[in-house]
């Protein structure tokens, strides 16, 4: 439990978006007050759109931040700040989020999931709620997370906010092709944006796949974990193999060298899903299918 903050309503602030701006309990209160508190693993589904990532901000909407402010509604001062998995950028969106949160509570876990739901925005969904160990950490235990991207090959009214159309054509194959090299552990540093949290910018890609399904274009990446806005630069340059203008020579320079080159190619947030977060003893997804028909 080391490092993690403890929250009372007193201590929270409300500002605009529905964020808030907290100190954390003493040490000495952070000890006598986790003793009574149960543990709760939520599984999270939400539409990015309207919000400005995962992780709260004083002065944006964000998921976490909703959820909080959710919580806050329900437990009032028993409960104890929220922790996901990882965090997803501005206008990303989740089939699945994990998160952890501690409250004193005697409510059984379906009660707590139609509470929240209650108070949550439309776009944001709490799946489910399992009591869960206290040792339970939705971040650090992860072992893999799973993306889809979304490339539309025509224009749709209703799937906009799902997917990035792309009116060129592309070369499927070439695109297959080059995704494989990917694969393994690279340092991805040309892929992020820098970020102080991060320690390494070396990351693990356990598989990518990449299938045609109608006018879609599925590309879904496994890895241990993703750093800034990573995945969407894969697909970015994906793109542009598949447009001729990059090739598999361009992708092994920039896993190679640190360039601000792909950068320029970050594909949308719109098209981009958080699948799954794997924990010991589950499995990774299997068949790839599309998130939207068009």
């Not at 092709?177 to 992020?192: D, E, I, R």
């Amino acid at each position: 439990m080391r490092g993690k903050k403890f929250y009372s309503k007193e201590q929270f602030k409300s500002k605009p978006g529905g964020q808030y701006k907290s100190k954390p309990f003493t040490a000495e209160k952070r000890k006598t007050s986790n003793q009574n508190y149960s543990r709760f693993k939520l599984f999270i589904e939400y539409e990015g759109t309207r919000y400005s990532g995962w992780q709260k901000q004083e002065n944006a909407k964000t998921i976490q931040g909703s959820i909080l402010k959710a919580a806050q509604e329900v437990f009032g001062d028993a409960f104890i700040d929220i922790q996901g998995s990882g965090r997803t950028d501005s206008g990303v969106h989740a089939l699945c989020q994990v998160a952890h949160f501690d409250v004193k509570t005697v409510l059984a876990p379906e009660i707590i999931r139609m509470k929240l739901n209650d108070m949550l925005p439309h776009d944001i969904t709490i799946l489910e709620v399992e009591k869960t160990s206290k040792e339970f950490h939705a971040r650090h235990d992860a072992t893999s997370r799973s993306y889809v991207y979304q490339i539309s090959r025509r224009r749709t009214a209703f799937g906009k906010n799902f997917v990035w159309w792309i009116k060129d054509d592309l070369d499927f194959k070439k695109m297959e092709s080059a995704s494989k090299l990917f694969l393994g552990m690279n340092n991805y540093s040309s892929f992020s944006d820098d970020d102080p949290t991060e320690k390494s910018t070396k990351v693990l890609i356990d598989d990518v796949q990449i299938k045609e399904d109608g006018d879609l274009i599925l590309i879904r990446i496994i890895g241990s974990h993703f750093i800034w806005k990573m995945v969407r630069r894969i697909v970015g340059i994906l793109a542009e193999v598949g447009r001729g203008r990059k090739s598999d020579k361009d992708i092994l320079f920039y896993l190679n060298n640190k360039t601000n080159e792909p950068a320029k190619f970050t594909a949308p947030p719109s098209g981009l899903f958080l699948e799954k977060v794997t924990y010991k003893g589950e499995s990774i997804p299997e068949e790839l299918t599309s998130l939207i028909k068009i």
